[in-house]
């Protein structure tokens, strides 16, 4: 037995993991990708004011989610109670800040430049900033079951938990499908948006897709820290 695990034998009820705001950090994501869907939505829609009032918004979101990943970092006990390892816990914070970090650059990435785009490349970035904030409320939702078994760390909980990664990853992988899709209609619009614009909007639909990215990585580094406890 592992001399953290014998100290939490001994303590056993006694034992509680100070609360640390994991999913309040998560929940910050889902705001920031909610903004940058709406950014996308104003993008597309041709009102600029609107999408430089959500890049503004989703800045806020990240730089509320950025004090309470340093809260966490602060708080986080060096203590043996905790159910997993300490620097493991703490990659997986920075893993899952760079979802927020993602959100912000994207709908940054917006006010940038304006574009007309045509019917069908509007109907693919609303598609694919519709499935990257479902992808990452569904990270939440792992989030959120990861956070109940801190305290209770119940194997049948656990599994229910890991299941949900598979779920993440099957909807980051719907998400690049749309990437593709899209990032074809937009080369094949070339002489319409020119060097400047096609540049602008590849980036664009990498950056979009780079939160769902950033969210099956952090699922991932989840599974990976449960594995090891």
């Not at 340093?70 to 920075?94: Q, Y």
């Not at 890991?162 to 099957?170: F, G, M, N, Y």
């Amino acid at each position: 037995m592992k001399y953290r695990d014998f100290v939490r034998s001994l303590l056993g009820p006694f034992s509680k993991v100070p609360p640390l705001p994991f999913k309040e950090h998560s929940r910050k994501g889902v705001l920031a990708a909610g903004k940058l869907k709406e950014g996308v939505e104003a993008y597309c829609s041709g009102n600029m004011k609107l999408v430089e009032l959500k890049s503004s918004e989703a800045d806020l979101i990240e730089t509320e989610a950025d004090a309470i990943k340093h809260e966490i970092r602060k708080t986080l006990p060096s203590s043996l109670l905790l159910p997993v390892d300490a620097k493991d816990l703490l990659f997986f914070l920075n893993q899952q800040d760079e979802i927020l970090n993602s959100a912000q650059s994207a709908a940054y990435w917006l006010t940038l430049r304006a574009d007309s785009l045509p019917e069908d490349m509007k109907t693919g970035f609303l598609r694919l900033s519709g499935a990257t904030l479902e992808t990452v409320r569904v990270y939440e939702e792992l989030v959120s079951s990861f956070y109940e078994i801190f305290n209770n760390p119940d194997k049948g909980k656990i599994r229910q938990t890991l299941a949900l990664v598979p779920q993440v990853e099957k909807l980051e992988h719907e998400v690049d499908l749309i990437e593709s899709e899209l990032l074809k209609k937009i080369f094949a619009n070339e002489k319409i948006f020119g060097g400047a614009g096609i540049c602008h909007l590849t980036f664009l639909v990498e950056k979009i897709g780079d939160v769902a990215d950033r969210a099956a990585i952090a699922a991932d580094s989840l599974r990976t820290m449960l594995f090891r406890r």
